[in-house]
């Protein structure tokens, strides 16, 4: 099943760094918000949509790019975000509006990543080193549900007349 991944990151490219992780995963395609029109997501069988959160909400480019899109007839797909508080609340505003335009929102993620906002940037930032290794695994695990025919775990189909045979 073939991954388009549409990722806004604007801050410090954590939310990047999932969307990396899941296209290398199952052979998946990277995108910006402004790249995501109805014709390209109609080329993929499923979609990845991540975004940062800027106070309490996805960002706004990536908000726009799904109130452009068309209705949607179930196509599967998946939300990850990265946030100072790793909370699946930051990025419910995008679930709700691609549940609403057609899209099965399968699964979600909300990891933590590095904030500099405001006064921590004085003490350059919290949260230092994420998303980190396990949660880069996780993303790549988000992908290969999502689309478990990529490249990583192609499975072969049986050949016509093929019957069943039992382990050895
Ligand atoms: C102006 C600003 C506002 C933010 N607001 C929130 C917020 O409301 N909740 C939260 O958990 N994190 C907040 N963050 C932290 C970011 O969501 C976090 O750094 C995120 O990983 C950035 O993702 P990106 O590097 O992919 O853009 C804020 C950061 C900035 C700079």
Redesign the pocket.
């Known amino acids: 099943m073939s991954l388009l991944i549409v990722?806004?990151?604007?801050?410090?490219?954590?939310?990047?760094?999932l969307a990396d992780a899941m296209a290398k995963e199952v052979g998946g395609v990277v995108v910006a918000p402004a790249e995501a029109t109805g014709e390209r997501i109609a080329k993929h069988e499923a979609v990845a949509f991540?975004?940062?959160?800027?106070?309490?909400?996805p960002?706004p480019d990536l908000m726009a790019a799904v109130a452009r899109l068309p209705r949607q007839d179930a196509k599967p797909a998946v939300v990850f975000?990265?946030?100072?508080?790793?909370?699946r609340g930051?990025h419910a505003a995008l679930t709700r509006a691609l549940r609403a335009k057609g899209f099965v929102v399968r699964d979600e993620l909300a990891?933590?990543?590095?904030?500099?906002?405001?006064p921590l940037k004085l003490f350059g930032?919290v949260?230092k080193g994420?998303?980190d290794a396990g949660e880069l695994r996780a993303a790549a695990a988000l992908a290969r549900r999502l689309a478990p025919a990529g490249p990583a775990t192609t499975v072969a189909a049986p050949s016509a007349g093929a019957s069943a045979q039992p382990h050895a």
């Open positions: 990722c806004a990151s604007q801050e410090h490219g954590n939310t990047r760094k991540g975004t940062g959160v800027r106070f309490g909400s960002y975000s990265t946030s100072g508080f790793g909370w930051g990891c933590k990543g590095l904030d500099t906002v405001g930032g949260n994420r998303p």
